[in-house]
DNA sequence: ATTTAGCCTATGGTTTTAGTAGACTGATTG
DNA sequence: CAATCAGTCTACTAAAACCATAGGCTAAAT
């Protein structure tokens, strides 16, 4: 399971994601208008910056930003940052690998075998998916929404 | 990542597959085979049992073994009982669904489109992979791993 | 110089993880 | 029947992770 520091991280993204190019963004009205709280917000947002998904700029006027266009910034990438790996055991992790603590033969491991699989399919999706993409698929998903709703009015 | 009860409760089970229809197998012997703490397997085994995987037996000439046929045990049945659910958020979660705490309207929240396609490729290899599945693949890849020896040799 | 807004350090509460201890119960066997 | 064996139950603890909150510091704009 998402850690809510994740899922915040995530719905910052994807609302700065929706922004882009109308300048930075006051941690103050992304906490408000995100329901996060706000000074959990800054420290995650702070990672991000610190991980290069992030710009911010300081003072009056000042606040956060995409560091590049949502084309170029996937989940994978921001869930990396807060949570950690996307594999379910080290040693099938392709970003931070770690020999399994007594698992005896890597090769022949049965648990091994299998997560490997799992994270294979994990990032594909993840690491296929950008903010792009979701803000795409949002917006699809809005409009099958309100389809939907005149359907019933 | 897989918790130490998650990855041993896997080993156990593995283990168990092997010795299937070898009669009752000691918590202690299965302990020492896996270098598992004693106490902490006891916990997980039992679990293991009041979810309907495995069975045991009591006094001189117990010990635990597989419920069925490890045909009929998938790794995804033995990961929700020791980690709980697979899916990444709950409002994606086939078997124990909940609400996301603060999360709008369901149909159109970004997060939740992306996590739907990571649960469903995560169920796919893990509902699918029985324990005699992964017997298999041991096997196969210590053949594999002889012959690399033998290359060397 | 003052205000704005992000940055840094520290702290606290709660939950989960990993493990230990010891008494209890049910089955077997001499 | 009693001794022994082996799983079951209850309780506890230490450490880590998670979810915040407080308050002062620093850089930028006016």
Do not use: H, W
Not at 37 to 62: D, R, T, V, W
């Amino acid at each position: 399971m998402l850690s809510k520091k994740t899922k915040y991280g995530l719905k910052a993204l994807i609302y700065l994601a929706r922004q882009y190019d109308k300048g930075p963004i006051l941690i103050a009205d992304l906490a408000q208008e995100e329901n996060i709280p706000k000074k959990f917000l800054e420290a995650i947002l702070l990672a991000l910056k610190n991980n290069g998904i992030l710009q911010s700029k300081k003072g009056k006027g000042g606040g956060y930003y995409l560091a590049r266009s949502p084309k170029l910034i996937t989940f994978g990438q921001a869930i990396r940052i807060m949570e950690g790996p996307l594999a379910p055991v080290p040693c099938v992790s392709e970003t931070s690998y770690a020999k399994c603590t007594e698992c005896g033969s890597e090769e022949t491991c049965g648990i091994r075998i299998v997560m490997k699989d799992v994270r294979e399919a994990m990032a594909k999706i993840l690491d296929g998916t950008t903010l792009a993409d979701v803000l795409e698929e949002i917006d699809k998903a809005e409009e099958t929404q309100k389809g939907v709703l005149n359907f019933c009015i």
